[in-house]
């Protein structure tokens, strides 16, 4: 089974600042994606990154960008010039690109980082 | 409709009573997730339906807990005989085909389940 660790329970940033929040897998699987989440108070998730295990660049996504060490299992997500909208809880997940059998593609999350962002 | 939408918003009820949840997800999504977010937890799986049917219910905590879904689209998790250990957030979440490849999981905005 796959986890995902999230070490640091709450972060926070100045605003305009940079922050990087840490996330590490386990998993023995060569073939599969991870992502960044976002939930805002209002619940809802929010897809903020993804990354392809097979893809050696790191993805990028306008203010967002990962480091993506696949030898080390570490995936962070490095925030760039903060706003206050970015305030939420960030999750990191971990999904097989493997077929299962039954099927499924479920998430495997780590327990988020509360993220406060200072004006 | 045009994103995941669950209802109802929040919940409260006794314990010992049984509760519905709905979740509408994106038109034309044939793969179906429902997650529990407990307090101070990420969110953990519960089933995953491809259709109506639910090749994977091993998340399922308890036989309390069953789910349908019907005409391919609308799902209602139900929970039996609740207890106060069922308090948290349930979130739905789709996508198109069968989940797999790069296609990302749409999340609703959640149920909020408070249990008496």
């Known amino acids: 089974a796959q986890t995902v660790t999230q070490s640091q329970p709450e972060m926070s940033v100045q605003e305009a600042e940079t922050v990087t929040l840490s996330c590490t897998y386990d998993?023995?699987?060569?073939?599969?994606?991870l992502f960044w989440y976002k939930q805002p108070p209002s619940r809802q998730m929010i897809l903020v990154i993804r990354?392809?295990?097979?893809?050696?660049q790191n993805a990028t996504e306008n203010r967002f960008s990962v480091n993506f060490q696949k030898a080390a299992k570490s995936f962070s997500l490095k925030i760039s010039d903060s706003q206050l909208g970015d305030a939420a809880m960030y999750f990191c997940?971990?999904?097989?690109?493997?077929?299962?059998?039954?099927?499924?593609?479920?998430?495997?999350f780590g327990k988020g980082t509360k993220l406060s962002v200072i004006p | 409709g045009a994103g995941v939408s669950q209802s109802p918003s929040n919940k409260v009820t006794e314990k010992g009573k049984d509760v519905e949840l709905r979740c509408d997800p994106i038109?034309?999504?044939?793969?179906l997730y429902w997650y529990r977010q407990s307090l101070g937890q990420g969110l953990e799986f519960l089933i995953y339906?491809?259709?109506?049917?639910?090749?994977?219910k091993s998340g399922l905590p308890s036989d309390r807990f069953s789910a349908e879904r019907t005409g391919g689209s609308v799902s209602t998790l139900t929970i039996q005989r609740t207890q106060q250990e069922d308090s948290a957030v349930y979130l739905c979440?789709?996508?198109?085909?069968?989940?797999?490849?790069?296609?990302?999981?749409?999340f609703g905005d959640g149920t909020r389940l408070s249990i008496l």
């Open positions: 979440a789709s996508s198109p085909g069968t989940g797999g490849s790069n296609q990302p999981q749409h």
């Open positions: 998993t023995s699987e060569s073939d599969y994606y």
């Open positions: 990354q392809e295990a097979y893809k050696q």
């Open positions: 997940a971990y999904r097989s690109n493997y077929f299962s059998g039954a099927g499924s593609y479920q998430l495997t």
């Open positions: 038109s034309g999504h044939t793969a």
């Open positions: 339906f491809q259709g109506n049917s639910a090749p994977d």
